[in-house]
């Protein structure tokens, strides 16, 4: 069982393992590279299993030529960066550089106000360990904020990326449990997946222990799978554009939709229970709406009361100066003034304002059950999406270990490509399954808030507190 802890100073969604992540409470730059040595020092030790005790004599120790002892040393200024749209990494060591290294080192940079591609590693694992900078990084449908002196552990096959926070690039040093490291974009893991199938394929073949059949049966799953990939990236590239219109972006310029979807909040949360009522600005406005209505009955009602005035008047007359006290007069009036007859018009004036009354409060009722009904139809939508996530991903577990059962069986000679390929299929299928099941949590969420009245306060604040000022 994992001890499970949070931090109290990042904002942690869900809980993740204790030994996924650590802190380094100082942040001088001696102690940061320190602490990095000895991190690297440590798992290079962990992974190649050369412990030794004190004093013990070595069983078997390798001797090393010149060219071999010069792979061992890596020099990171003279390395060439290998440049992405969002950064840089250099590789120091990995087995493409010693081919007799069994992990795999380099330095990463990912620049301000960027992230790189949401990805996995199927074969290794990968330490992280942030010497500058800081970042939010997800992992799945869960994010940590890391800063300088934090490490974080990713386990194999867990989909993560890293979006830079603040105005400076976050540099990193970055260790897989792997020399041969394998990078896949999420979006994809079937079309590498349906590769691999085919490389097995042709190397049983080319062994003479496996079938012609097969490889030409993986190589149309390879050519099917490239084919939805191009399709795929055309429909992102449709989506993009059309958000871009959306959005009102000059030109039509795709917007940036790399990395993480946006996040709502959970049913059941603080912030959730904020947004419970529904207080929306059309309810709101409708509420006025009658007030006036009720407003402008009383004022034809008045109409039928008498109108009542009072005057005063002082006068002073003086024939030297216009303030001596010749002559002194004052005089005091009440008027009242009643229509007892107008024809029917304050009748008719009347009759029309309570019309638009019962009118206002009818579209104020029916505003407010039709609120009321979207509400509670979101709310039903949550955790219908909610449960069919937990469906899709056990599904995408079976299907996963149904491609690995048959995967081995076929390499072993006891199972044939078109099951294999067939559960890859499977396999495809679930994968899209969860995306879609985990894009309707986050759909129906959205329509919840919306429903409540508390989506643009949570995606656009700003604008939010500017509509209050103009009112």
Request: aromatic letters at 4%; one cysteine or more.
């Amino acid at each position: 069982m994992h001890e499970r802890s949070r931090r109290p100073d990042c904002p942690l969604h869900g809980d993740l393992p204790a030994a996924a992540f650590s802190k380094n409470g100082t942040s001088q730059p001696a102690i940061t590279r320190l602490a990095a040595l000895t991190l690297i020092v440590a798992v290079g030790i962990a992974a190649t299993g050369l412990v030794q005790s004190v004093g013990e004599e070595p069983a078997d120790v390798p001797k090393l030529d010149a060219a071999a002892l010069a792979a061992l040393v890596q020099n990171a200024e003279k390395v060439e960066p290998q440049t992405e749209s969002w950064g840089w990494l250099r590789w120091l060591m990995s087995s493409k550089i010693d081919p007799k290294a069994e992990m795999t080192f380099g330095l990463a940079q990912v620049a301000a106000g960027h992230r790189n591609p949401m990805h996995v590693h199927p074969n290794c694992e990968e330490i992280l360990y942030v010497l500058s900078g800081s970042c939010e990084h997800f992992l799945g449908d869960q994010k940590v904020t890391l800063r300088e002196g934090d490490m974080i552990r990713i386990p194999r096959g867990m989909p993560h990326c890293a979006k830079v926070l603040g105005e400076i690039p976050m540099k990193s040093v970055i260790v897989y449990s792997s020399a041969d490291r394998q990078f896949v974009e999420v979006a994809g893991q079937g079309l590498s997946d349906t590769r691999e199938h085919l490389r097995i394929a042709e190397s049983l073949e080319a062994e003479g222990m496996g079938l012609s059949s097969d490889a030409l049966r993986a190589k149309v799953a390879v050519a099917s799978a490239e084919s939805a990939m191009v399709t795929a990236e055309n429909r992102l590239e449709i989506a993009r554009r059309r958000l871009a219109l959306a959005m009102g972006e000059p030109g039509g310029r795709p917007v940036d939709v790399t990395g993480p979807p946006p996040e709502f909040p959970d049913p059941g949360t603080s912030a959730d229970r904020e947004i419970g009522t529904i207080d929306r600005a059309d309810l709101r406005a409708s509420s006025l709406r009658v007030a006036n209505a009720g407003s402008n009955v009383r004022l034809r009602r008045s109409g039928y009361l008498p109108d009542v005035g009072l005057s005063a008047a002082y006068q002073v007359d003086a024939e030297d100066s216009p303030f001596a006290p010749d002559n002194r007069s004052w005089k005091v009036g009440v008027g009242l003034t009643w229509n007892i007859f107008d024809g029917m018009r304050r009748e008719a004036e009347l009759g029309k304002a309570a019309a638009e009354l019962r009118r206002a409060q009818a579209l104020d009722r029916g505003m407010r059950d039709q609120a009321a009904f979207e509400a509670a139809q979101a709310e039903l939508g949550v955790r219908e999406a909610t449960l069919r996530v937990e469906i899709a991903r056990a599904a995408l577990a079976s299907a996963e270990e149904g491609v690995r059962l048959l995967k081995s069986r076929y390499e072993n000679h006891l199972g044939r490509m078109v099951d294999l390929l067939d559960a890859q299929t499977a396999l495809d299928a679930a994968r899209a399954a969860r995306v879609r099941a985990e894009n309707d949590v986050r759909l129906s969420r959205a329509q919840r808030l919306y429903a409540s009245g508390g989506l643009l306060s949570l995606v656009a604040p700003n604008a939010e507190k500017g509509k209050e000022k103009i009112r």
